[in-house]
């Protein structure tokens, strides 16, 4: 596997070795002795989720604050998604910024968003298998989220020959500077 920066320090790509023939592939998705050393953290993955989305439908942008916060380790499993990380640190020199990575069943790459960053997905293909690991349980009392298009984030979303799909709850987020964020 190797580990590659994004244009906020601690939002990491990961691209697995992957062994191809004609029979298929092979590829270590995860290795905990690794992701603790590549990313100099220590963090305990404790929860698996999965979700199936069509062509169109964003997800996002949504967080839990402590003691509740979650990292998330995401990767596509079938199809194709836009997947984004907004930094939502209120200390940090990155804050409102985010960085945006096609993630596909194909490329096989994976997105460590560490704990104070919102996250989101736009499905780019017919519809998308996304599975993501995180570092705490879903607490709903915790769970917070940012308008997906704040005007003050500026996230370049991908055009779509289909209208975007969201939540009743994703459309009626706050902007960033009306939500609450991390120190």
Same mark, same amino acid.
């Given at each position: 596997m190797?580990l590659v #920066?994004?244009?906020?320090?601690?939002?990491?790509l990961?691209?697995?070795?992957?062994?191809c023939?004609?029979?298929g592939?092979?590829?270590?998705?995860?290795r905990?002795?690794w992701f603790n050393?590549?990313t100099? #953290?220590?963090?305990?993955?404790i929860q698996?989720?999965?979700s199936?989305?069509?062509?169109g439908?964003?997800r996002?942008?949504?967080?839990?604050l402590?003691?509740h916060?979650q990292g998330k380790?995401?990767?596509?499993?079938?199809g194709a998604?836009?997947?984004v990380?907004v930094?939502?640190r209120s200390?940090?020199?990155t804050?409102?910024?985010?960085?945006g990575?096609e993630?596909t069943?194909e490329?096989h790459?994976?997105l460590?968003i *560490? *704990?104070?960053?919102?996250?989101g997905?736009?499905?780019l293909?017919?519809?998308?298998?996304f599975v993501?690991?995180?570092t705490a349980?879903?607490?709903p009392?915790?769970?917070?989220?940012?308008?997906?298009?704040? *005007?003050?984030i500026?996230i370049?979303?991908p055009?779509l020959?289909?209208?975007f799909?969201?939540?009743?709850k994703?459309?009626?987020?706050?902007v960033?500077?009306?939500?609450d964020?991390f120190?």
């Amino acid at each position: 596997m190797k580990l590659v #920066s994004t244009e906020i320090p601690e939002v990491k790509l990961i691209e697995p070795q992957v062994c191809c023939d004609d029979r298929g592939f092979f590829f270590e998705s995860f290795r905990q002795d690794w992701f603790n050393q590549s990313t100099g #953290s220590n963090y305990e993955f404790i929860q698996d989720n999965h979700s199936r989305s069509s062509q169109g439908v964003l997800r996002g942008l949504h967080y839990q604050l402590p003691p509740h916060a979650q990292g998330k380790l995401v990767r596509v499993v079938s199809g194709a998604v836009f997947d984004v990380a907004v930094d939502i640190r209120s200390s940090s020199s990155t804050f409102g910024r985010w960085v945006g990575v096609e993630l596909t069943a194909e490329n096989h790459r994976q997105l460590w968003i *560490p *704990p104070g960053f919102a996250h989101g997905f736009l499905v780019l293909s017919e519809s998308a298998d996304f599975v993501y690991k995180t570092t705490a349980y879903y607490s709903p009392q915790a769970d917070h989220g940012v308008l997906w298009n704040d *005007p003050d984030i500026g996230i370049d979303w991908p055009k779509l020959d289909v209208p975007f799909s969201l939540s009743d709850k994703d459309q009626k987020q706050p902007v960033l500077s009306r939500a609450d964020t991390f120190a």
